[in-house]
């Protein structure tokens, strides 16, 4: 069965320094992996997505997340936290099947940006 | 790009009332709706995917009597939450996608506040 774990339910991190976000997944074959960021109240909007094409992906406002097969890691990073990143990350994989295929969400990680 | 209107945005009720929250895709056609359940500080819960003109498929646990999905178009997607009851409150979201089988074009709504009281 397909699954997503995020490994940390709360990170903080100073403004400016680095972000890194750990989702690990599991599925009997080739994942369709996203990462989305729900700010405060608010719908959840898309960083980034892997579908089996690079594994290095490269998403909005300066987040990439890197597809590694051999650790059945998806793990989100971006160089240099700003405040306005303060937000729930959630990891997603999606389930295949047949026509319809579903999101199954990670538990979310909070992340606090600190001045 | 895609965008998905969710509303209400909040909603307060008495209890013994019922509820509805519209899903509009406002500019492609939506084959396929999400109805998604957030309980504070918790994660997305799926509670039915609904394929237009065809009837919900709910998960398992929720109640279809109790949460009745209608996507009687390609653009509208209704959640009606009847006879609510305080446990009913929580974060209701809708995702629609515009490609059947498709992993591209998850687009998701703003979210609707219920809160029963």
């Known amino acids: 069965a397909q699954s997503v774990t995020q490994l940390d339910s709360h990170v903080s991190v100073s403004e400016g320094t680095p972000v890194l976000l750990r989702c690990n997944y599991s599925?009997?074959?080739?994942?369709?992996l996203f990462w989305y960021v729900q700010h405060p109240n608010k719908g959840l909007q898309l960083l980034l997505k892997?579908?089996?094409?690079?594994?290095l992906v490269k998403g909005i406002n300066g987040f990439e997340a890197e597809f590694k097969k051999s650790e059945t890691s998806f793990h989100l990073t971006k160089p240099s936290a700003h405040m306005s990143d303060a937000a729930e990350y959630f990891c997603?994989?999606?389930?295949?099947?047949?026509?319809?295929?579903?999101?199954?969400f990670g538990t979310g990680t909070l992340l606090a940006v600190q001045p | 790009g895609a965008v998905v209107s969710q509303h209400p945005s909040r909603v307060i009720c008495k209890s013994g009332t019922s509820v509805k929250i519209e899903c509009r895709s406002l500019?492609?056609?939506?084959?396929?709706m999400f109805w998604y359940r957030q309980f504070p500080k918790k994660s997305l819960m799926l509670m039915a995917t609904?394929?237009?003109?065809?009837?919900?498929?709910?998960e398992q646990g929720v109640e279809k009597d109790k949460f009745l999905i209608n996507h009687a178009s390609l653009t509208l997607s209704t959640l009606t939450v009847t006879s609510a009851h305080p446990e009913d409150s929580s974060f209701y979201i809708c995702?629609?996608?515009?490609?059947?089988?498709?992993?591209?074009?998850?687009?998701f709504g703003s979210g609707t506040r219920l809160t029963v009281v």
């Open positions: 609904s394929n237009e003109g065809s009837k919900a498929t709910y």
């Open positions: 995702s629609a996608r515009d490609l059947p089988g498709s992993d591209y074009g998850y687009t």
């Open positions: 997603v994989v999606s389930l295949k099947g047949g026509a319809t295929n579903k999101l199954i």
């Open positions: 599925s009997s074959y080739s994942p369709s």
């Open positions: 500019d492609f056609q939506a084959t396929t």
């Open positions: 892997y579908t089996s094409a690079a594994t």
